[in-house]
């Protein structure tokens, strides 16, 4: 059965669709099994519900009953989000592809949930770059991360570089994300770690235990401050507090490159053509400035000063 072309009036299930999708896609694994991930969920709705999803039958109403089902398992806000947009996503390419959809359920909305991402300010960077560490890959993802911080790459670059990235006193890649070719000059910290590794340092590791790795690094550096969390999760609003080096992931590097780089006086238009971001409202949305280093910013304006 091909799922791809088909009458105005015709009609297919969802599920069988999505997966096809996945399955024929040229796109990244990550992307493909995100897409999965929202198969499996409306595959398991049907099942709970007892319905079988059409793509003229995902309704407003079976939409928000939906969201609901997404909530009851207890998914944080953000995720539903997603999941929802993936969804939406996909009968939206059942319409183009000539089904017949009811795009009522374009009408259900859920609000962007502001996430507690922190970055690491140049003191932690220091700190975790001076630790001593004695285990060698250990060493080498600190080292990684380090090169990170000061280059605003994320993780599928920053672990693919080589030496042969290195041309001058920049690095020069073209990031996997875009497809844009990026040029960074190197951080003095950068040039140490080169040196000392006698060229980009080596990870073989996995995202996931990059990430276990660094967070451990980053508690043996004592950054232990104790951060707010406030979200939602399912149908209801959590609060805690975390310590911060349990917040830290290799994308906190790249988060903490534009903060940094923003806070030390540089342009954010020249941040974004490291960063890719394609504009200063989504940049601002990405930074992480608290009221602290804000007002400490303000205080050296001119405002402040007559």
Not at 71 to 87: E, Q, S
């Amino acid at each position: 059965m091909n799922l791809f072309r088909r009458n105005k009036t015709d009609i297919c299930q969802a599920v069988p669709f999505i997966y096809a999708y996945a399955r024929n896609s040229k796109r990244p694994a990550a992307y493909k099994r995100k897409y999965r991930c929202v198969a499996r969920h409306l595959a398991d709705f049907e099942k709970e519900r007892e319905i079988t999803i059409l793509s003229n039958s995902f309704s407003a109403a079976v939409c928000e009953d939906f969201l609901f089902f997404l909530k009851d398992k207890t998914l944080k806000n953000n995720t539903i989000r997603n999941y929802l947009h993936y969804t939406f996503f996909m009968f939206r390419r059942m319409g183009k592809a000539g089904f017949s959809v009811d795009f009522s359920f374009e009408e259900t909305e859920i609000k962007k949930e502001h996430s507690r991402a922190i970055y690491l300010n140049i003191n932690e960077i220091r700190a975790i770059y001076n630790l001593k560490i004695k285990e060698t890959n250990s060493r080498k993802i600190r080292d990684l991360f380090v090169i990170g911080c000061y280059t605003g790459l994320r993780f599928s670059d920053l672990s693919q570089l080589t030496n042969r990235n290195i041309i001058g006193n920049k690095i020069v890649t073209k990031t996997r994300k875009t497809g844009e070719v990026v040029e960074i000059p190197l951080h003095p910290l950068v040039s140490e770690i080169i040196r000392y590794h006698n060229g980009i340092p080596a990870c073989d590791c996995s995202l996931f235990n990059f990430n276990k790795c660094i967070k451990t690094v980053c508690k043996r550096a004592n950054i232990t401050d104790k951060i707010l969390i406030e979200r939602t999760k399912g149908h209801k609003i959590e609060r805690f507090t975390t310590p911060k080096y349990a917040l830290v992931s290799s994308h906190t590097a790249r988060r903490s490159f534009a903060t940094n780089a923003y806070l030390s006086g540089i342009l954010p238009a020249k941040i974004m053509l490291i960063t890719g971001h394609k504009s200063e409202q989504t940049f601002f949305e990405y930074i992480r400035i608290g009221k602290a280093e804000n007002a400490r910013e303000l205080a050296e304006h001119a405002f402040f000063k007559d």
